[in-house]
């Protein structure tokens, strides 16, 4: 659905034609708000990044829409070949690699990682500028939905999901908490429904092996 045909969806259950611009910004807290509660497949992304570009630097930003990573961080070599990296705390990413910021330290092949301040913190030191890093994560980047927005997210098949919630936000907005809450519970059953299809459909199907005795 575009945003004008889901504007005109969702008011005809809020009626109301004088909150033009408040019904948009709803609309558009409510995506966000879905996408922070779950990981849906239609925002889970591959990001590949060179990341270190210059010998002796040891981090880089993550993705511009980067949420949540999901797995391990990949390294490949110019080779082709990929291996995992080891997601630590930075606490300890800080007791291994205290030294990262002397110009003499030994360099190597990428063995750790860890995320924070918004950048990906590789140890030890690379050795090469060589490595290319791929994640898999999920995107949380959101446009404004306006009349003229092509596709709005979850109208495909849960337009009314994203009705709930998005009046569960307007009618907070306007003050009205009683109204607030039963869309906010409506849509909060909604996700979970959404998530578990999900969930049923992602699952691998497991095996009990036959051993003959």
């Known amino acids: 659905m575009t945003g004008a045909e889901f504007y005109a969806y969702l008011l005809r259950t809020f009626k109301r034609t004088d909150k ?15 996408k922070l509660l779950t ?21 880089f930003a993550v993705p511009s829409d ?6 391990d961080l990949l390294c490949i070599d110019v080779s082709g070949s990929s291996r995992p990296l080891k997601k ?3 606490e ?20 750790h990682f860890c995320i924070y301040g918004g950048e990906i913190y590789i140890g030890p030191v690379p050795d090469s500028v060589s490595y290319d890093y791929q994640m898999n994560n999920v995107s949380e980047d959101v446009d404004t939905i ?4 092509s ?17 569960g936000f307007l009618y907070v907005s306007l003050g009205l908490d009683e109204e607030a809450a039963k869309w906010v519970a409506k849509g909060d059953s909604g996700i979970r429904f959404l998530k578990n299809t999900e969930d049923h459909n992602a ?6 092996e036959y051993f003959d005795v």
């Open 151 to 167: 596709v709005v997210p979850f109208t495909t098949r849960a337009r009314w999901v994203l009705r709930d919630v998005s009046l």
């Open 203 to 208: 699952e691998a199907t497991e095996q009990m």
């Open 20 to 34: 033009n611009v408040e019904v948009y910004e709803a609309i558009t807290d409510a995506i966000m708000y879905i």
């Open 92 to 111: 300890r990413y800080d007791e291994l690699y205290a030294h990262r910021y002397e110009t003499s330290i030994d360099k190597g092949p990428p063995k």
């Open 39 to 59: 990981d849906f497949e239609d925002f889970k992304v591959e990001s590949y990044t060179t990341g270190i570009t210059t010998l002796g630097d040891f981090k």
């Open 88 to 90: 630590i705390s930075k």
């Open 146 to 149: 306006v009349s003229g927005t």
């Open 66 to 71: 980067f949420g949540r990573i999901i797995g």
